[in-house]
């Protein structure tokens, strides 16, 4: 079982950065996609940026330019660096790895951008 922790989340004036951490343990595979998707109010859940674990990056067009995905194989561990933040930026952000034809959900770190 994968457990996905997400932290760096919260409160940035517009323009703002914040960078989002998702570590993963227990139950690795080397062969792994990892996601980030966010969750606004009252709204789908929609994909943000992937990583394989090869390097390969996928981003919304949404953030292209302004968000960057990158991981730490040695730590098991991806990353979200977000710039020139906006307010529809805010939302819940949760983690989301997939290996070996499973899914595994982390708890969501929360990210409110003030205008």
């Known amino acids: 079982q994968v457990h996905l922790v997400e932290s760096g989340g919260g409160l940035v004036q517009a323009g703002g950065s914040l960078r989002l951490s998702c570590a993963a343990s227990?139950?690795?595979?080397?062969?792994?996609?990892m996601t980030w998707y966010r969750q606004a109010p009252g709204k789908q859940r929609e994909l943000v940026a992937t990583?394989?674990?090869?390097?390969?990056?996928d981003y919304a067009d949404s953030v292209k330019g302004r968000f960057t995905i990158s991981r730490d194989n040695a730590k098991n561990t991806a990353y979200l660096q977000m710039n020139s933040l906006k307010p529809e930026d805010t939302a819940v952000y949760y983690c989301?790895?997939?290996?070996?034809?499973?899914?595994?959900w982390g708890q969501g770190t929360q990210v409110t951008v003030s205008s």
């Open positions: 989301m790895r997939s290996q070996a034809g499973f899914v595994y």
């Open positions: 227990g139950g690795i595979r080397s062969i792994n996609t």
């Open positions: 990583i394989t674990n090869g390097g390969n990056t």
